[in-house]
């Protein structure tokens, strides 16, 4: 029998980059831990108390890494805001509630 060749045995390997569906599912894991820590930091302390620092330092990365994910403190706080609010619009009215009883 003879030996593999190489190329065959490249392409029986995975590769160990993860595919563009994996990085882009990756990625909104990973920005939405940002936002709840981001949440729970200003919840606790305030907003103009928290800083990038402390939500890093609460994530265990780099306070460049955050910048990846969102431009500023601010934007961290606008989208903590819209995913609330998203909530709220999907949580179930107190009409419904009081019919479910």
């Not at 940002?34 to 939500?55: I, M, P, Q, Y």
Request: charged share 30%; proline share 8%.
């Amino acid at each position: 029998m003879a030996p593999p060749k190489p190329t065959d045995a490249v392409l029986a390997d995975p590769s160990p980059w993860r595919s563009p569906a994996q990085r882009g599912r990756d990625r909104a894991l990973k920005r939405e831990a940002v936002l709840k820590a981001a949440a729970r930091l200003f919840n606790e302390k305030g907003f103009h108390a928290t800083s990038l620092d402390d939500v890093a330092r609460q994530l265990n990365v780099t306070k460049p890494t955050l910048y990846y994910y969102f431009r500023s403190k601010d934007e961290v706080l606008f989208e903590c805001c819209r995913m609330g609010l998203e909530m709220i619009e999907a949580a179930p009215s107190y009409e419904a509630r009081a019919n479910l009883v």
